[in-house]
């Protein structure tokens, strides 16, 4: 997992051709997005913008993903991610499903880290994160977007 701010995204934009032209398009924007989703390029980029309730840190589960890279990004509120370098997942909840790219785990995080609006976290296919985690039945406007990778 790699965590940064919207000040620098130099050193993330690196790690993926597409990953500088994802962060730099959430950076002119991530505050004005409507709900929904926003393609940036089909089937390679796209944008979620959603509200979904925060839960207890023991309430959210781990996933993992194979094709996509997932860039999170609070938007009104900080948000909790839990982190397990995928390695080192053993417990499967829910076993991979390829056409929603995700499969859950009912593993525990190694880490947490606190993102705030103007953070961002990039979730490589090997990092296990569990999202959304804060004060339990409140909402958070965040953004998730997605980036296919091929290797």
Not at 45 to 72: G, K, S
Not at 100 to 113: G, K, M, Q, S, T
Request: overall charge negative; hydrophobic content about 45%.
């Amino acid at each position: 997992m790699i965590i940064g701010n919207f000040s620098d995204t130099s050193e993330a934009g690196r790690l993926h051709p597409r990953l500088a032209e994802a962060l730099e398009w959430i950076k002119a924007r991530y505050t004005t997005l409507a709900a929904g989703r926003t393609l940036l390029v089909p089937d390679v980029i796209w944008a979620n913008v959603e509200t979904p309730l925060m839960q207890a840190r023991d309430a959210q589960r781990l996933e993992l993903h194979r094709r996509f890279i997932d860039i999170h990004v609070p938007v009104d509120r900080p948000e909790v991610i839990g982190y397990l370098p995928g390695c080192m997942l053993r417990s499967v909840a829910e076993a991979y499903d390829p056409a929603r790219d995700i499969a859950f785990y009912a593993d525990h995080p190694l880490a947490y880290v606190t993102l705030h609006p103007g953070d961002f976290a990039v979730m490589m296919p090997h990092d296990a994160h569990a999202p959304i985690i804060g004060p339990e039945g409140e909402r958070i406007r965040k953004i998730c977007v997605k980036v296919a990778c091929w290797w």
